[in-house]
Nanobody, 123 residues
Framework: VQLQASGGGLVQAGGSLRLSCAASGLTFRIYTMGWFRQAPGKEREFVAAISYRDRSTYYADSVKGRFTISRDNAKSTVYLQMNSLKPEDTAVYYC?????????????????WGQGTLVTVSS
């Protein structure tokens, strides 16, 4: 199984980025997908998740209204559209996959992880 995250980069505060995570080696359509992030010196935290069953979504309070998670089963890809970025959004962003049908906030629930993509937001 491989989860390949991409789309990170350097952006000014208030700007936007779209992250992508392409999955291979698993039946993507039956996996709930999530995004997590880890800032320097901090623990990994949940960002967003989307269910495989009904595409219901769940967001961390810190990103609600600014970030949107979506998926394209035909391309085995999950996306994270990030708008109105803030310096505190700076982190390595990881995508992950779980067999649970509901969006999950706990990292321990996820079976597979990507390698991460760095997002840096300058003030």
């Amino acid at each position: 199984v491989q989860l390949q995250a991409s789309g990170g980069g350097l952006v000014q505060a208030g700007g936007s980025l779209r992250l992508s995570c392409a999955a291979s080696g698993l039946t993507f359509r039956i996996y709930t997908m999530g995004w997590f992030r880890q800032a320097p010196g901090k623990e990994r935290e949940f960002v967003a998740a989307i269910s495989y069953r009904d595409r219901s979504t769940y967001y961390a309070d810190s990103v609600k209204g600014r970030f949107t998670i979506s998926r394209d089963n035909a391309k085995s890809t999950v996306y994270l559209q990030m708008n109105s970025l803030k310096p505190e959004d700076t982190a390595v962003y990881y995508c992950a996959a779980t067999g649970f049908h509901q969006p999950n906030t706990g990292a321990y629930r996820y079976d597979y992880w990507g390698q991460g993509t760095l997002v840096t937001v300058s003030s």
